[in-house]
Nanobody, 116 residues
Framework: QVQLVESGGGGLVQPGGSLRVDCAAS??????MGWYRQAPGKQRELVAD???????HYADFVKGRFTIFRDVAKNTVALQMNSLKPDDTAVYYC????WGNGVDYWGKGTLVTVSS
């Protein structure tokens, strides 16, 4: 059974602050892992993803502010978020794509709120 468990969100961060969210995956061999977010009233969007080889891709709106990390051996992926803005407020979802069949798996999401 595939499980993705997020941690590190759920709190209030001031604009300009930093926060790290982590995700631990189990139950499959994953090709790409990443983070998506969904703000109220908006569609879910890609924030960043990373391959097993460490090749990372970022959405334009987080370039230079967010960094994605992956530990292939531990099946974990983390997102370090710096210089946070109120527009970064959203539920952040961990995503992992299974090797072979390409099935996408999702965590339950963790809320990140950026506000003064």
């Amino acid at each position: 059974q595939v499980q993705l468990v997020e941690s590190g969100g759920g709190g209030l961060v001031q604009p300009g602050g930093s926060l790290r969210v982590d995700c631990a995956a189990s139950g499959a061999f994953f090709s790409i892992m990443g983070w998506y977010r969904q703000a109220p009233g908006k569609q879910r969007e890609l924030v960043a993803d990373i391959t097993r080889e460490g090749s990372a891709h970022y959405a334009d709106f987080v370039k230079g502010r967010f960094t994605i990390f992956r530990d292939v051996a531990k099946n974990t992926v983390a997102l370090q978020m710096n210089s946070l803005k109120p527009d970064d407020t959203a539920v952040y979802y961990c995503n992992a794509r299974a090797w072979g069949n390409g099935v996408d798996y999702w965590g339950k999401g963790t809320l990140v709120t950026v506000s003064s």
